[in-house]
């Protein structure tokens, strides 16, 4: 399984964006893909998450009502949505899969990861 995400860059505070992720190599439809992301000094958390199968999303509190997940057009691919983005979603974004179970912000739980996305917010 190959995991790929894209569409980082630099954007000014209250910008918008659109990261896109490509899973290739998934044997059926039960996975689950999520976006976690990284900041300088900090830990890895999650930010939003997809289950394939029956659409169910989920979002953390930090960036509920501003960042959407969507399934593409082609299979195995999942956008995330940023809006009204602040300088504290500054941080590297990256997209895991997990092959089994529903949606979870459990960085554990996720084999499959991409390199990351530098998504940097300018005041």
């Known amino acids: 399984v190959e995991v790929v995400e894209s569409g980082g860059e630099v954007v000014p505070v209250g910008g918008s964006l659109r990261l896109t992720c490509i899973a290739s190599g998934l044997p059926n439809d039960e996975y689950a893909m999520a976006w976690f992301r990284q900041a300088p000094g900090k830990e890895r958390e999650g930010v939003s998450c997809l289950a394939w199968k029956d659409g169910q999303t989920y979002y953390t509190d930090p960036v509920k009502g501003r960042f959407t997940v969507s399934r593409g057009n082609g299979k195995r691919t999942v956008y995330l949505q940023l809006n009204s983005l602040k300088p504290e979603d500054t941080a590297v974004y990256y997209c895991?899969?997990?092959?089994?179970?529903?949606?979870?912000?459990?960085?554990?739980?996720?084999?499959?990861w991409g390199q990351g996305t530098q998504v940097t917010v300018s005041s």
């Open positions: 895991a899969v997990k092959s089994s179970g529903g949606c979870s912000m459990m960085a554990s739980e996720y084999y499959y």
